[in-house]
């Protein structure tokens, strides 16, 4: 059981490339989330979506966009790259109804140069 | 403007004593509370939560307080073991909403021998 994946695990980026941030889950849940998570900033809610065709901006959107085609995938997209994205990215996704705890993939250590 | 505040960046415990991580929010419509527990170079896990209905949950060794008036929240973990050493993320969210689920920015637990 896969639960949530992310891809890829590393990637160095140069200022102003682009680059998309892979997520899938298999659990067919609904909502699904993704964080950055900056050293002793916790995790910061970037864009989340709680079906296909439906996103929305987190706590920090800028610099990102999202889409939702499937229930599977939610894949994150940066433009232009900056280095104040350097950061640790994760998906998460959970069931609606009852099941308010999200599961996390395993993330993606994003460092632009 | 931080939502979701945990004081304490670490906390050092002796093995088999209780450790106690403490959560703070400011916004009173949070009604979901969530822990999650992170070990290094992987996603969070979700641990334990709590409705604001109830005032505690417990499992196995894992209890969490919530004191509504306060707005504050407490994890406490008994005994405490070598593998509780880990980042413990405070959570709330706001049920039936836009489902955001805000984090705070995490307690590094060291459990000493």
């Known amino acids: 059981n896969a639960g949530v994946t992310q891809t890829p695990k590393f990637r160095i980026l140069k200022i102003g490339q682009s680059m998309t941030l892979q997520c899938t889950q298999d659990?067919?849940?609904?909502?699904m989330y993704w964080y950055r998570q900056d050293p002793g900033m916790g995790l910061k809610l970037i864009y989340y979506?709680?079906?296909?065709?439906?996103?929305d901006k987190g706590e920090v959107p800028n610099g990102y966009n999202v889409s939702r085609s499937t229930t599977e995938d939610f894949p994150l997209r940066l433009e232009l790259a900056a280095p104040s994205q350097t950061s640790v990215y994760f998906c998460?996704?959970?069931?609606?109804?009852?099941?308010?705890?999200?599961?996390f993939g395993q993330g993606t250590r994003l460092t632009v140069v | 403007d931080q939502q979701v505040k945990q004081n304490s960046p670490s906390l050092s415990v002796q093995e088999g004593r209780i450790s106690i991580l403490n959560c703070d929010y400011t916004?009173?419509?949070?009604?979901?509370f969530l822990w999650y527990k992170k070990y290094p170079a992987e996603g969070p896990t979700f641990l334990i939560s709590i409705s604001s209905i109830k005032d505690k949950n417990e499992d196995g060794r894992f209890t969490v307080f919530l004191n509504k008036s306060a707005k504050h929240l407490s994890l406490h973990i008994v005994p405490s073991q070598p593998g509780d050493s880990a980042v413990y993320f405070c959570?709330?969210?706001?049920?039936?909403?836009?489902?955001?689920?805000?984090f705070g920015k995490g307690t590094r637990l060291h459990i000493l021998p």
């Open positions: 659990m067919n849940h609904n909502y």
């Open positions: 916004n009173s419509m949070f009604d979901y």
């Open positions: 959570a709330a969210k706001i049920i039936n909403r836009d489902d955001k689920i805000i």
């Open positions: 998460a996704s959970r069931q609606s109804g009852t099941g308010h705890e999200a599961f």
């Open positions: 979506s709680v079906g296909a065709g439906i996103t």
